[in-house]
């Protein structure tokens, strides 16, 4: 228990009619980078907010290192927070919004020169420390953020949407530099992001919140593999639905009978969930059940979005080569290639 | 492509001499009467002659240092005031009494619709007697008469700037509220802040109705009553007076300035 960093149980918060967080836990141990998935006014922020003592939650603590901190103020919390909007503050140069937390907790003025050269040095910006906000790119800025929320060598790292703002190249680097940084300076990190790409790439473990509540909080993998709920399934990644019927906990999709998990009823009609990837579209067929819309090449791998003849449109995933003799508007055949398929009923 | 290029820069030196006229007609607007009134206030009486006789009999009436005394101290306190009672309430205004933020906009419209008079009278009423027997009472009614533009100016500084992302970064940095204020708020919105004193200080230095209706002697009642008996002395008045305005003002703009270079080799 005392390799957990932070430890947060039942909070609630209500704003008006709307419940925006409800019975929300999570516990993170040291070092380890979380992220919160969802999407918009799904609480996440809230959550984070909650955490860093900006907000007032109505019910549920918050401990940090096996102390309760759930009524303590935010300056007195030793967090490092991050946040979606530019926050450097204007009248202060790189150098002394880096240095802004040391002063508050009285550290020497050689100490605090020592430690924001070398912070600065981390995120790359050891030549800048005489510029001002308005003189650095959007990244630049989030990096100056980054280092000020590091340089005090918080307890926990508190990461609010910090590369929404950014355009898409800068973004990437970015969020490698913040993995890079977490994980040489080992500090437990919560990441808010509606981004799923962001939060499965650089997250230890990723918790998907819908809201007000944590649906599943696992590792990227599981999430995607497993997920634990329908709204899990279809927010993590793509994930085709396709109508069948189930009989005797088994289901066919495309000829093929699979075994159906997870699904509350046994028979009837429900819905089968497959990622792209299990799809494979075959061209040389005599027994065709779908149609090609469009094919979308990526690189190593293409997209291929189809329709059945009921109108439902499946998506596959196949490598580039295996699929360059797919056009629009051509007869194909779909099939799976797992045995075991998630089941839904709505 | 030449010939292009020629009438492009007619273009352009036609535009500025047009704004040149504009600005040379607006400057003669403004220079000529006071031009005239610095003319005539240098007048040595009927003869041609020129010289400084006037200005001096200003000093040489009572009361001129006495009553620029209390207009001073009078300012002061209304600009402190301003800094201790504006400031902080228009910022929390935008932090966290966003749904008062309306009704506030529409009180400080008020000193313009009500009359000074009604001001003068019946809030006078409402003062404690020891304020009611001091010209400090001043400083308070100036705030309030000053309210419609100093919360103007500092509702607009506060606008430009992220304030609510900038005091949670301070407050998750581990400053105080208090700290976040004197460290990140009030450094932030500066040039709101100067420009809101500036107009709190050319308000007080230079209001008449109030003070003459309290029956409170101000440099402005002062000059008023001065200037009956001597038309060349009153006129040395206004131009002297407005001198030392613009003097006055011009330091207070260089000493923000100054200021603001300090707190940044400090910091």
Partial sequence: ??????????????????????????????????????????????????????????????????????????????????????????????????????????????????????????????????????????????????????????????????????????????????????????????????????????????????????????????????????????????????????????????????????????????YALIRPEAINVKTNTTNPNARVLTRSFLGASSNIVCQLPDGTIVQSLMTSSGSGDLHPGSSVELEVSISEVLVTHD | MDSESHRKMADTMRKNLASNLVLIVAGMFLFFPLYAAAEFSLRNGADKTHGFAAYRWIFEQSGFAENIGITFRVTLLAVLLNLLIMVPTVTWLHLSGQRYKRVVEILTILPLIIPVVALATGAQLAMPEFMQNSVYELSFFYVVVAMPYTYRALDIGLSAHPLATLTNAARSLGASWLKTFTTVVAPTIRPSILAALFLMVALSLGEFTLAQLLHWSTFPVWVTNVSQQNIVGATALAIGSLFFAWILLFAFSFIGKKNSTIVTEEE
């Fill in chain 1, 1 to 270: 228990m005392s390799q957990d960093s932070l430890v947060v149980k039942g909070l609630s918060r209500q704003f008006g009619t709307v419940h925006a967080l409800k019975e929300f836990d999570i516990t993170i141990p040291k070092g380890e980078l979380v992220a919160l998935l969802g999407p918009s006014g799904c609480g996440k922020t809230t959550a984070l907010r909650i955490i860093a003592g900006l907000e007032k939650s109505d019910a549920g603590s918050v401990m940090l290192n096996g102390k309760e901190i759930t009524s303590d103020a935010a300056h007195k919390r030793n967090m490092g927070m991050v946040f979606q909007a530019y926050s450097l503050f204007p009248h202060l140069n790189v150098a002394e919004n880096v240095s802004f937390g040391l002063k508050m907790r009285k550290v020497s003025k050689e100490n605090q020169k020592k430690r924001v050269d070398t912070i600065l040095e981390l995120v790359g910006l050891n030549s800048h420390h005489k510029r001002f906000a308005h003189q650095l790119s959007g990244g630049q800025q989030q990096r100056v953020a980054l280092a000020r929320a590091l340089v005090t060598e918080p307890e926990v790292l508190l990461l609010d949407e910090p590369l929404s703002a950014l355009d898409a190249q800068v973004r990437t680097n970015l969020r490698e530099e913040i993995r890079r940084l977490q994980l040489s300076l080992g500090t437990t990190t919560l990441f808010v992001t509606h981004d799923q790409e962001e939060a499965m790439t650089i997250s230890d473990r990723v918790g998907v919140m819908n809201c007000g509540s944590l649906e599943q909080i696992d590792t990227p993998d599981v999430l995607y593999n497993n997920p634990a709920t329908n709204f899990v399934a279809s927010f993590v990644g793509v994930m085709n639905k396709i109508s069948s019927q189930l009989s005797d906990g088994h289901i066919e999709v495309f000829g093929k009978r699979l075994k159906a998990v997870k699904g509350e009823k046994t028979s009837g009609t429900v």
